[in-house]
């Protein structure tokens, strides 16, 4: 059992960066893929950004490409995504999620087996 505790949300204005973290404890972190998803109100749960086990390759929504950054850092157990430029359509709970086998369809939340608890990310004037 991955347990995953996500933290860094808050309000930020349009233009500005936030870091969001995800502690990761119970499994054998190197062995897990990492993502990030988010879900603004009335919407469906969205694919942010995916990192692989080793660090080697991470894979981006079009809509936070050049803006957002995922890394991981294995000696904390922790995936960090770093969110720069951040627009009012960024606004969303943000979520950490785990998958532990390999899937082409990364972007799809079903494929992950473990999630945080969300953490709450407005961007406003």
């Known amino acids: 059992q991955v347990e995953l505790v996500e933290s860094g949300g808050g309000l930020v204005q349009p233009g500005g960066s936030l870091r969001l973290s995800c502690a990761a404890a119970g499994g054998t972190f190197s062995s897990l893929r990492m993502g990030w998803f988010r879900q603004a109100p009335g919407k469906e749960r969205e694919f942010v950004t995916l990192i692989n086990r080793s660090g080697s390759t991470t894979y981006y929504a079009d809509s936070v490409k050049g803006r957002f950054t995922i890394s991981r850092d294995s000696a904390k157990n922790t995936v960090v995504l770093q969110m720069n430029s951040l627009k009012p359509e960024d606004t969303a709970v943000y979520y950490c999620?785990?998958?532990?086998?390999?899937?082409?369809?990364?972007?799809?939340?079903?494929?992950?087996?473990?999630w945080g608890q969300g953490t709450q990310v407005t961007v406003s004037v």
């Open positions: 999620a785990a998958a532990t086998t390999y899937s082409a369809a990364y972007y799809r939340p079903g494929e992950y087996e473990y």
